[in-house]
């Protein structure tokens, strides 16, 4: 078995706000019935967590549920058990129209955290990041610059990104050319 | 800037977040079709000054398929709708009809 490493391994960058690449992280792309009760209890039994309405990201300790598209959702749950719990998903779901994939080493985590964490992303997304039109638990499928990325409002001023693992270096790129410290323009501000 | 509203995600996409997917409900010929046939659903397009119909993609979002009513000239936006439709919803036609009287969904057919 080799030594599973995420793609940043961790990289750092302090400016106005801190970009953290958040290390490995379980991903689970489900698609299928959203509103059919065995997609439902299977999400629930795997994370303890109800199907996201439209646009909303879900966490619960260390699970999280995505709402990605009309048939797709995203699961976060610890790196070690994505194969467990994508295994119990899939057989939970048989018979049923829908795919369980474990996409964990196919995508990099980010973190943007810090007061203007907000104007990081606002910079590179065609996105009203503002608090009230991106309460805390709102997700985007959006671009970033000049990727495809998702990201939500984990908290007041701390956001959870994601996007394809082959990207992850350009995506800490711009965002801590983003978050380069003298760069504020305090739109958001109050 | 075009701003569209996916019908799936409900999310205002201005234009970076989308790719544009041509003339919307186009007969798409297949086996058994004649010669002619194929050329015109491979070739022929309508190009109107006005109010079109277009397929749309919200690439950098849901990545789902959807219908778009514009027009061309004035990029007046009467509406989007879902791609799982062979026509436009009557929502879409009133709000085409309400500033372009003469309209209808079988002339603008007729186009290409
Ligand atoms: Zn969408």
């Given at each position: 078995m080799s030594n599973a490493v995420s793609a940043l391994q961790g990289a750092r960058f302090e400016g106005f706000a801190t970009i953290t690449e958040s290390g490995l992280r379980g991903m689970i792309t489900l698609r299928g019935d959203l509103a059919s009760s065995a997609v439902k209890s299977a999400v629930k039994a795997a994370t303890g967590l109800a199907v996201p309405t439209q646009r909303q990201f879900a966490t619960a300790d260390e699970h999280g549920v995505g709402w990605m598209s009309p048939d797709e959702l995203l699961l976060m749950v610890p790196y070690e058990k994505a194969p467990e719990i994508t295994a119990r998903l899939a057989a939970a779901l048989e018979g049923e129209h829908a795919l369980v994939v474990n996409v964990s080493d196919a995508r990099a985590v980010f973190?943007?955290?810090g007061q203007s964490a907000r104007e990081v992303l606002a910079k590179l997304s065609p996105v009203d990041v503002s608090q009230e039109s991106f309460p805390e638990g709102t997700l985007r499928r959006t671009r970033l610059a000049q990727t495809a990325v998702a990201f939500w409002a984990k908290g007041k001023n701390a956001f959870e990104l994601i996007c394809f693992r082959s990207e992850a270096g350009y995506v800490f790129d711009?965002?801590?050319?983003?978050?380069?410290?003298?760069?504020?323009v305090n739109f958001y501000s109050t | 800037m075009l701003i569209l509203e996916c019908p799936y995600c409900g999310v205002e996409a201005e234009e970076t977040e989308l790719h544009a997917g041509g003339q919307?409900?186009?007969?798409?010929?297949?086996?058994?079709?004649?010669?002619?046939a194929f050329?015109?659903?491979?070739?022929?397009?309508a190009n109107p000054r006005g109010v079109h119909l277009e397929r749309w993609r919200h690439a950098n979002g849901c990545g789902k398929w959807f219908h778009a009513a514009r027009s061309t000239t004035t990029l007046e936006v009467f509406g989007t709708y879902s791609a799982q439709t062979f026509e436009p919803p009557k929502a879409i036609v009133d709000a085409i009809t309400a500033?372009?009287?003469n309209w209808?969904?079988?002339q603008w057919k007729d186009l290409s």
């Open positions: 973190s943007i955290e711009v965002l801590s050319m983003s978050a380069r410290k003298g760069s504020e | 919307a409900h186009i007969k798409r010929e297949t086996v058994g079709s004649d010669d002619d050329e015109h659903y491979l070739f022929s397009r500033k372009h009287p209808s969904f079988d």
